[in-house]
């Protein structure tokens, strides 16, 4: 660990002496938002939805410094970092970031500077000869103990895969589909209106294009469906609204179709997700948990790790899911019951666990066992002998005297 520091702690000297820092920092501050390139993506609600589920369940999830035995660290160092990455981005707001980026673009780059993590944009990535991995922002190298890779496998082990790559053609053609439709109704359903004459169009009557532009006038300023117009025409001319070409049952049934295939990129099939969101709220979570979200923080957490620590150090980087956190409260509280009778909680724990303060008492800090659980042989060493009025022997008091 004190290598590690010594190394980073120089690297970041000379980074800072060279004015490679600032170069980063401006590529931060003025690359703009990291998601720019890909804000249509998350146009389409179904994968707004998945993104949002699924980086808030990371968000959510207790990030730790753990030793070699799974022991939790909380007085590392390292654990600051973690709870703030930098001035401009709270711990939630990195972490889905980080997300969300990586499952858009299949590929994301966290960079710690020695005292704070950022996201790096525009960075480029390749192999020299002796396989060493290096990065350059803009044309500027970064020291490769600064930044991690975090790459979506797919064939390639240089680059990752996400669904900008992998659903481009059908993310384009449900982005078109729902937008031909938004407009067509945010215009009243009306996309076009042809205008009859009798007489034939001469460009230099002066009247009849008079006649002609203040009416294709009229028409073009209806832009809400609330919105009346009243045209009088002469004898001669007569308007008719045209049949629209946008059929909506073809567009709809395309995007029934397709729109379900966006999650898919993601691993996650939407019919069965939503069926159980209907159904039951925690086997959702739980299944969107195990397909989804497991895998992204066990390769969040071995990338975090080998950016604080080097292969030889005792620590790592985990996170800690709560399952009981995507359940009800009355299966909650059903699930207390249970640990307390079977001797698995104390019933301070179950406070705790209910949202509860914790009764701090003898009583509440000892484990109970219901009678129904124990087998029958030991039914009588766990209860009170005195009541069947026997001692410890198993003899009936008095006995002795007999």
Same mark, same amino acid.
């Given at each position: ?8 702690n120089f ?13 980063f ?21 179904d994968?707004?939805?998945l993104?949002?589920d699924?980086?808030n369940?990371?968000a959510?999830?207790?990030w730790?410094?753990?030793d070699a035995?799974?022991?939790?660290q909380?007085h ?22 980080l ?24 960075v480029?990535a ?9 990065f350059t922002?803009?044309?500027v190298?970064?020291?490769s103990?600064?930044i ?16 900008s ?8 053609g449900?982005l078109?589909?729902e937008?031909?439709?938004?407009d067509?109704y945010?215009?009243g359903?009306?996309?076009?209106f042809?205008l ?22 009229q ?6 469906s609330?919105?009346v117009?009243?045209?009088?025409l ?8 045209m ?6 049952? %073809?567009?709809?049934?395309?995007l029934?179709?397709y ?5 898919k ?9 939503r ?9 959702a979570?739980m299944?969107?948990h ?5 895998p ?6 071995e ?6 620590f ?6 790592h ?9 995507f359940v009800t ?7 207390a019951y ?6 698995i ?22 484990l ?19 009541l %069947? ?5 198993g003899?009936e ?5 007999i």
């Amino acid at each position: 660990m004190g290598l590690r520091n010594s190394i980073s702690n120089f690297l970041f000297r000379q980074a800072e002496k060279r004015g490679w820092l600032d170069d980063f920092k401006g590529n931060i501050r003025y690359g703009g938002r990291y998601v720019s390139s890909n804000e249509e993506t998350l146009a389409s609600s179904d994968v707004y939805l998945l993104l949002q589920d699924i980086s808030n369940q990371i968000a959510l999830a207790k990030w730790k410094i753990a030793d070699a035995e799974g022991v939790e660290q909380p007085h590392h160092p390292i654990n600051k970092v973690l709870k703030r990455p930098n001035n401009y981005l709270t711990r939630s707001e990195f972490l889905k970031l980080l997300t969300n980026v990586f499952l858009i673009d299949g590929e994301v780059f966290p960079v710690f500077d020695g005292k704070e993590m950022h996201i790096a944009s525009n960075v480029y990535a390749e192999l020299d000869d002796r396989l060493i991995e290096h990065f350059t922002v803009n044309g500027v190298e970064i020291p490769s103990s600064m930044i991690r890779h975090i790459k979506n496998i797919g064939v390639d082990h240089i680059q990752g895969i996400g669904i900008s790559k992998l659903g481009k053609d059908t993310l384009e053609g449900v982005l078109n589909a729902e937008k031909v439709l938004t407009d067509k109704y945010r215009k009243g359903g009306l996309l076009a209106f042809l205008l009859q004459l009798d007489a034939h169009i001469n460009p230099k009557n002066a009247a009849q294009s008079k006649l002609i532009t203040a009416i294709l006038d009229q028409l073009e300023a209806i832009d809400e469906s609330r919105t009346v117009k009243l045209i009088p025409l002469g004898k001669g001319y007569s308007i008719e609204a045209m049949k629209s070409p946008v059929e909506d049952e %073809k567009i709809l049934a395309y995007l029934n179709v397709y729109k379900k295939d966006l999650g898919k990129f993601m691993n996650v099939d939407i019919e069965v997700y939503r069926e159980l969101m209907k159904k039951d709220i925690e086997k959702a979570m739980m299944y969107l948990h195990n397909k989804a979200v497991r895998p992204i923080l066990q390769l969040f957490g071995e990338h975090l790790s080998a950016l604080f620590f080097n292969g030889d150090s005792n620590f790592h980087v985990e996170a800690e899911i709560n399952i009981l956190d995507f359940v009800t409260y009355s299966t909650k509280t059903n699930i207390a019951y249970n640990l307390v009778r079977t001797m698995i909680s104390t019933p301070d724990d179950s406070r705790a666990m209910l949202g509860f303060k914790k009764l701090n008492t003898d009583e509440s800090s000892k484990l109970y066992i219901s009678k129904d659980l124990v087998s029958g042989e030991d039914l009588g060493k766990a209860t009170d002998d005195s009541l %069947k009025g026997g001692d410890d022997d198993g003899k009936e008091k008095g006995s002795e005297n007999i």
